[in-house]
């Protein structure tokens, strides 16, 4: 199975993530967002961050989730690489994010995200289980 793909979008930039589980989901969802940002081979996952989020429904969850690792790329100044997640429900995510303090003379930078909207935001699970989230990202 393929983690994530991109989608076209007229504007901005469109992601669909997929997953066996919830977790894989959420897994595959922040790693497209790395993976749209920096090249994640110039980045090591050296310092941890404490990622913590609450929502009413589980796409609200996932806006949620990806807003506030955008958040702590851009106040932390901090590329990630990878993410674990300690605790999942569809109101509620607790991780850590893996990654290294921004330097420019190291890192490959691919664009700046400043946002993820709520246009075509769909989180679902089909019929065999599998979960997929469209995503886009304002940029």
């Known amino acids: 199975m393929k983690t994530f793909e991109y989608i076209d979008h007229t504007a901005d930039l469109g992601i669909r993530a997929r997953g066996k589980t919830l ?40 806006v949620a989730w990806l807003d506030e690792l955008i958040f702590r790329h851009e106040v932390d100044e901090v590329f990630f690489k990878r993410v674990e997640l300690v605790e999942l429900s569809e109101t509620r995510l607790s991780a850590c994010a893996y990654g290294e303090p921004a330097d420019f003379a190291k890192h490959v930078v691919y664009t700046e995200i400043k946002s993820v909207t709520y246009h075509q935001l769909s989180v679902h699970q089909s019929a065999d289980g599998e979960w997929t989230a469209n995503v886009i990202f304002d940029l």
């Open 23 to 62: 977790e894989e989901l959420f897994t595959n969802a922040a790693h497209a967002l790395f993976e749209t940002v920096a090249v994640l081979d110039t980045i090591n996952p050296i310092e941890q961050t404490q990622i913590d989020v609450e929502a009413e429904s589980v796409a609200d969850l996932m």
